[in-house]
């Protein structure tokens, strides 16, 4: 993945190339971001699609259910990919993993609740709110991986 997105941006002018570099981790941020928001908007979709009669737990059950498989894919790509995160023994791993888990819980609960009212009390469009509370989510993750979860050993020293 890392040869492709250099082979993209090596045909790019030089000054876009200097632009992608001096904010690489945002770039990266936005592309697995984007997809993250992707594989959770679709596997919500899916869920609300497939649960048929809309009960009241359908909402509760696409949030999780989606907030599973975007949480996991986001792991492992912003650990590799946006935060260049090397962990080296199985408990700096574990650290890392749970942390990262536990900073999305907040962004979980945060979602339910803008279900819960949005949706459930206020019977608004659950596509509107999907989209709307994805950007919300997606800025809030950014943040709590930035300041607490991906946070560089030397900036932990100061």
């Known amino acids: ?13 030089k000054p876009l190339q200097d632009i992608y570099y001096k904010y690489e981790e945002k770039w990266m941020y936005l592309l ?7 594989i959770s908007i679709v596997s ?4 609300f699609a497939v649960i048929p009669d809309n009960p009241k737990w359908e909402n ?23 935060f260049k995160s090397e962990t080296k023994t199985r408990k700096e791993f574990w650290q890392t993993f749970v942390s ?7 962004t979980l609960i945060m979602e339910w609740a ?13 596509k509107i709110i999907t989209l709307i509370s994805q950007v919300l989510i997606f800025v809030a993750n950014y943040i709590i ?14």
């Open 1 to 13: 993945m890392e040869k492709l997105i250099k082979a993209v941006v090596s045909v790019l002018p």
């Open 60 to 82: 509760t059950t696409g949030v999780i259910i989606s907030w599973i498989l975007a949480v996991t894919f986001a792991f492992f790509t912003n650990k590799k990919y946006v």
């Open 44 to 47: 919500k979709f899916i869920i």
């Open 100 to 106: 990262f888990y536990g900073g999305r819980v907040s």
């Open 114 to 126: 803008i279900f819960a009212i949005f949706c459930d009390w206020l019977h608004m469009n659950q």
């Open 32 to 38: 697995f971001g984007g997809l993250t928001t992707v």
């Open 145 to 158: 991986s930035k300041v607490f979860v991906f946070k560089k050993k030397d900036e932990q020293a100061e």
